[in-house]
């Protein structure tokens, strides 16, 4: 997808600094965390919203809800707990349209809202 920002991540043409991937995901360092831990995880494949999930996506979801449990026992936040987060637009507040989950951790977060 061109311009858009996570694509051009999953390209290499954006530094982040990448914490896992595998051939269908990578997770990366937010950019301005709101959390101790804050890690993105986004599919390889430009989805642009929770809206735009297929029938065909379903095994891509599950394997990023099980590579997001993994991430939070990597970086020990799964026995305090964590937030799996997936904005989804404007009143979801999505600012990148390309398909991803904030791992939130490492702090004991408050209500629903992200900022
Ligand atoms: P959204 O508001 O769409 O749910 O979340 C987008 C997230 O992407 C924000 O938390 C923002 O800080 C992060 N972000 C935006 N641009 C970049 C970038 O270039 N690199 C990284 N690592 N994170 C980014
Ligand atoms: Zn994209």
Known sequence: M??????KIVNGEIPSRIIYEDEHVIAFHDINPIAPIH???I???HISSFNDI???NKELMGHMA??????????KIDEKGYRIVF???EH?????????AHILGGRLLGGLVKR
Do not use: M, T
Request: aromatic content about 8%; hydrophobic content about 35%.
């Open 54 to 56: 297929l029938p065909e």
């Open 66 to 75: 099980w590579v997001s449990k993994e991430i939070a026992k990597q970086n």
């Open 87 to 89: 904005n989804c637009g």
């Open 43 to 45: 599919p390889r494949l």
């Open 2 to 7: 061109d311009n858009c920002i996570f694509c």
């Open 39 to 41: 890690i993105l995880l």
């Open 92 to 100: 979801g507040g999505q600012e990148v349209y390309h398909l991803h």
